[in-house]
T-cell receptor
């Protein structure tokens, strides 16, 4: 079955630095991959989507890369701020029994210290 | 902010009670979803619907049931709540041909 691994449960960085979060997947070749932000006690909020034929996508201070050979996506937040502190989830569309439905990773909890 | 609403936001209830978690969206989305999420864990899909009168079970087995009588409404029911049902329940929706999912704020359920 498809598996998503966000291999850092938590990431602590200093304000102003670039945060880099990793998402690896196995047993699948997704047409696209998404990143969501989740604050405590809230539902996830969509941030960015990157397709299999796109190497990189940017939105303001956010950048996502997608390497289908490595089966990996990297999510970068440049010039990080304490307000960026949250859990970031990687998601891809499943196949088979999960066809068309999103499968989520456990997330990486980012803490940005002033 | 997405136009998807969940009530109640918090619920503390005794074992054996019947409960219904409400979810409504005003975006006209055909696809709706229920996820269960425990602290620090990934979201698990428990039910989904592709439109009115369509409901399917998700990847995670759940004792809950759902209905979809109206496009905008997708309630989840537990006939007899148990402590093992304690969790956060998240509702989401998306357009038929859309890729982005919009989530509600969630219902945090505690069964004593």
């Amino acid at each position: 079955s498809q598996k998503i691994e966000q291999n850092s449960e938590a990431l602590n960085i200093q304000e102003g630095k670039t945060a880099t979060l990793t998402c690896n997947y196995t047993n699948y070749s997704p047409a696209y991959l998404q990143w969501y932000r989740q604050d405590p006690g809230r539902g996830p909020v969509f941030l960015l989507l990157i397709r299999e034929n796109e190497k990189e996508k940017r939105k303001e201070r956010l950048k996502v890369t997608f390497d289908t050979t490595l089966k990996q996506s990297l999510f970068h937040i440049t010039a990080s701020q304490p307000a960026d502190s949250a859990t970031y989830l990687c998601a891809l569309v499943g196949y088979g029994g999960s066809q068309g439905n999103l499968i989520f990773g456990k997330g990486t909890k980012l803490s940005v210290k002033p | 902010e997405a136009d998807i609403y969940q009530t109640p936001r918090y619920l503390v209830i005794g074992t054996g009670k019947k409960i219904t978690l409400e979810c409504s969206q005003t975006m006209g989305h055909d696809k709706m979803y229920w996820y269960q999420q425990d602290p620090g864990m990934e979201l698990h899909l428990i039910h989904y619907s592709y439109g009115v009168n369509s409901t399917e079970k998700g990847d995670l087995s759940s004792e809950s049931t759902v209905s979809r009588i109206r496009t905008e409404h997708f309630p989840l029911t537990l006939e007899s709540a148990r402590p093992s049902h304690t969790s956060q329940y998240l509702c989401a929706s998306r357009q038929t041909w859309g890729e982005t999912q919009y989530f509600g704020p969630g219902t945090r359920l505690l069964v004593l």
